[in-house]
C-alpha cells in the first residue's frame, strides 16, 4: 500500500454570489483550502467573462456549472466557447441524450484546452414522484445509474450525482471515472442532522466521490477559510483510503 502526505483539497467551492466583487472576495479568503471554484448561473449571467478570468487570479481551475441542454449543434457550439473561457469543467444535462454527449465530448477533445464534460445525472431536486409525472417509472437510483451507463458509453467521463448515488456508479462505472458530488454539509455540523437526504464530505468521499461541490456550508461562514479547512480535514482519512483502494483495483485490473 502506498501513503500520500499531501492529497490536494477534494472541495469545489461554489460561488453562489450575485456580483463579481463578493464572488472574488470569498474565493481569494477561500482559495488555499479549496480545489477548484465553481461558476453556476446566478454569477455567470451577471458577470460571464469576468468571473472566468478568477482562475488566473486565485491559480485554481474553474468548474462552469451551465448545465447545458439543447440540441447537439448548439450544446457543441458552447462547449468551444467555454474551453476558449479557460473553464476547466462544464457541465451539461446527461437528459440532453447520446449524440448531444458525444458531440459535446469531442469538441472537448478536439480544441485540447484541458475542458472536461461533466454530465448531471439528476437534479436531486427531483424525486420518484416528479420523475413520475416526467413519464419516468423508475426510481432515481435506477434512473441514475441508466442515464450514467449511456452517457458512458457516449464517451462522458466525469458525472454529478447526488451522494446517495456515489456508490452505485462507482461501483458501475469504475474507477477511471470523475465523480463530484453536490448536497453535503460539513462534518460534525450540528443541528442539521434531520436533513436526510444529505451526507457529510468525507462520507461521501468514502463512498467514492473524487470531489464534493460545497456552497452555503463555507460562503455563510463566519470565517469561510476556518469552514474551508475543516472540511477539508474531516476529508483526509477518506480521501487516503480512496486513493489505496483505486490503487488497488487499477493493479487488480491490469
Ligand atoms: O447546498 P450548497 O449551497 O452547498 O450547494 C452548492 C451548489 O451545489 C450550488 O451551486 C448548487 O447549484 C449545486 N448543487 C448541484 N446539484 C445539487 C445540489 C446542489 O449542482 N443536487
Known amino acids: 500500500m502506498t501513503t500520500t502526505h499531501n492529497l490536494a483539497s477534494p472541495i469545489v467551492f461554489a460561488l453562489d454570489f450575485p456580483n463579481i466583487g463578493s464572488a472574488r472576495t470569498a474565493a481569494n479568503e477561500v482559495k488555499s483550502a479549496v480545489g477548484m471554484l465553481k461558476i453556476g448561473l446566478e454569477l455567470f449571467v451577471e458577470a460571464g467573462r469576468e468571473a472566468m478570468q478568477m482562475g488566473e487570479e486565485t491559480g485554481l481551475p474553474l468548474f462552469l456549472d451551465l448545465k447545458l441542454h439543447d440540441i447537439p449543434v448548439t450544446v457543441e457550439r458552447a462547449v468551444a466557447r467555454a474551453g476558449a473561457l479557460g473553464a476547466r469543467i462544464l457541465t451539461v444535462h446527461a437528459a440532453g441524450g447520446p449524440e448531444m454527449l458525444q458531440r459535446a465530448v469531442r469538441r472537448a477533445e478536439a480544441d485540447g484546452n484541458g475542458l472536461q464534460i461533466t454530465a448531471i445525472t ?10 413520475a409525472r416526467l413519464g419516468v417509472e423508475a426510481s432515481p437510483a435506477e434512473y441514475v445509474r441508466n442515464i450514467a451507463k449511456m452517457a458512458f458509453e457516449s464517451g462522458v467521463k466525469s458525472f454529478v450525482c447526488s451522494p446517495h448515488e456515489v456508490a452505485a456508479l462507482r461501483q458501475s462505472l469504475g474507477e477511471t471515472v470523475q465523480l463530484i458530488a453536490p448536497g453535503v454539509r460539513a462534518d460534525g455540523a450540528g443541528g442539521d442532522d434531520d436533513q436526510k437526504r ?16 460545497v456552497g452555503r456550508p463555507i460562503r455563510d461562514a463566519s470565517d469561510r ?17 480512496r ?12
Open 225 to 241: 477559510l476556518a469552514a474551508a479547512s475543516a472540511i477539508r480535514e474531516s476529508c483526509r482519512a477518506a480521501q487516503q483510503q
Open 243 to 254: 486513493q489505496e483502494t483505486r490503487q488497488e483495483t487499477l493493479l487488480r485490473q491490469r
Open 122 to 131: 439528476l437534479l436531486t431536486s427531483l424525486d420518484k414522484s416528479d420523475l
Open 198 to 213: 444529505t451526507m457529510t464530505a468525507s462520507e461521501a468521499i468514502a463512498n467514492g466521490a473524487d470531489w464534493v461541490v
